[in-house]
């Protein structure tokens, strides 16, 4: 089938929701972190999936922080959407919010960008559609995703920092 040549960022968002289980916690009887980044990894590439429509695999995870711990019984909810792809990469962002199950407030527990590449069956990376932002907020996302995109392949020794032309433009008046 032909690749599509760009698709709507809405396309691929992708809402899970999960129950947390004693066998996802830690002593104090909270959510493990390790599982909150696997929910997080799983959502997002099938994110990816829908827009790529092909093999994703995790190139890299943003760091993430861990703002409120979620009870075991929780409702947790992740929302995962693309906001730009490159070439062969889609930067996708999630969004975990913890529910708890007995007063039903929700808090926003994580955010956190990811990368996936799209490959073929030998493992070698495939182009994938452009991304089509609409809203605000997802074009917002689109904008910025070229400095968060520089910024990671500078820490990954995959671009040198004098090409991350974007940032320069953050910290240097040229
Ligand atoms: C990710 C992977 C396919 C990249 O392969 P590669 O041969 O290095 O390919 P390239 O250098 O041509 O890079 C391909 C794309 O990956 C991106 N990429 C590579 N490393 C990256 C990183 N650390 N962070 C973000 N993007 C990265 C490149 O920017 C490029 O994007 P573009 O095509 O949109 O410009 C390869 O490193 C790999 O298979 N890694 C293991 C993935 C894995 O096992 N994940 C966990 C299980 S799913």
């Known amino acids: 089938m032909a690749l599509q ?7 691929s968002r992708v809402i899970t929701t999960e129950i947390v289980m004693p066998n996802d916690t830690n002593p104090l009887h909270n959510l493990m972190g390790g599982h909150l980044l696997h929910l997080m990894d799983v ?3 099938i994110s990816a999936r829908k827009h790529s429509n ?3 695999v995790t190139a890299s995870v943003d760091n993430v922080s861990f703002e409120h711990p979620v ?7 992740l929302e ?3 906001t730009r792809s490159f070439n062969s990469s889609m930067e996708i962002f999630v969004v975990a919010t913890g529910e708890d199950f ?8 994580n955010k956190a960008f ?12 495939i182009a994938v559609p452009a991304v089509v932002p609409q809203t605000p907020v997802e074009k917002e996302l689109y904008e910025s995703a070229l400095r968060r995109r520089q910024l990671r392949l500078v820490l990954a020794g995959r671009m040198k920092p004098e090409e991350a032309t974007e940032l320069r ?6």
């Open 71 to 77: 009870k075991l019984g929780s409702i947790i909810t």
């Open 80 to 82: 995962a959407q693309i």
């Open 169 to 174: 433009s953050i910290f240097f008046k040229d």
């Open 102 to 109: 007995m007063s039903g407030k929700q808090l926003i527990t």
């Open 5 to 11: 040549r760009q698709k709507f960022a809405a396309e």
């Open 43 to 45: 959502a997002a590439a």
């Open 54 to 56: 092909r093999v994703v």
């Open 114 to 125: 990811l990368t996936f590449v799209a490959v073929d069956q030998a493992g070698n990376p």
